[in-house]
């Protein structure tokens, strides 16, 4: 199958997450220290993780 070439980025979809307000004040704390927005920071890290969770599968 061929992927579409675009100039696009990939589309983004808005989502809601209900997280504990420890783990957000530590996301926020991690992402200000790497000097990244803290949404953006989680991205990275949800992104990284189902990176690996696909190559155990």
């Known amino acids: 199958m061929i992927k579409k070439i675009s ?3 990939e589309e983004s979809k808005m989502v ?3 997280f504990s307000s ?3 004040s530590d996301l ?3 992402a200000n220290k790497k ?3 803290y949404q953006s920071y989680v991205k ?3 992104a ?3 990176k690996k ?3 155990v599968i």
């Open 44 to 46: 990275i890290v949800l």
């Open 48 to 50: 990284e993780a189902v």
């Open 53 to 55: 969770e696909l190559n």
């Open 16 to 18: 809601t997450f209900r």
């Open 22 to 24: 420890s783990l957000v």
């Open 28 to 30: 926020k704390m991690i």
């Open 7 to 9: 100039n696009k980025a």
């Open 35 to 37: 000097d990244v927005p």
